[in-house]
């Protein structure tokens, strides 16, 4: 089973910048979506940003379109999430998700993922 680790979370000031990474045991041609939600303290958890492994397409919510940017290094096995200009809201556990079943990008950004990792906290401080 493959298996996902994140890193990068951390404390920042408003308007800084985090870039957290999602590392795979290995890529497989089964991982058909992976991407990145958050849950902020008291709130259900949020698809934040995915990215098709098939194509690269991409898909980000509203609120962080020209702030995020996911992006992927096969030869690592790696995605990551660079986040500029960050917002006190932006605050949350930041969780990698893949899916091993084609269901659209943007429905597996909405809806959930088949699998998670443990997830990484991001805090940004007003």
């Known amino acids: 089973e493959v298996q996902f680790v994140e890193s990068g979370g951390g404390l920042v000031q408003a308007g800084g910048s985090l870039r957290l990474s999602c590392t795979a045991s290995e890529f497989t041609s089964a991982n058909y979506a992976i991407g990145w939600y958050r849950r902020a303290p008291g709130k259900a958890r949020e698809g934040v940003s995915c990215?098709?492994?098939?194509?690269?397409?991409?898909y980000y919510r509203d609120s962080v379109k020209g702030r995020f940017t996911i992006s992927r290094d096969n030869a690592k096995n790696t995605v990551y999430l660079q986040m500029n200009s960050l917002k006190p809201e932006d605050t949350g556990v930041y969780y990698c998700?893949?899916?091993?079943?084609?269901?659209?990008?943007?429905?597996?950004?909405?809806?959930?993922?088949?699998?998670w990792g443990k997830g990484t906290l991001v805090t940004v401080s007003s």
């Open positions: 990215i098709s492994s098939s194509d690269g397409a991409t």
């Open positions: 998700g893949w899916d091993n079943m084609d269901y659209g990008l943007e429905n597996s950004c909405v809806y959930g993922m088949d699998y």
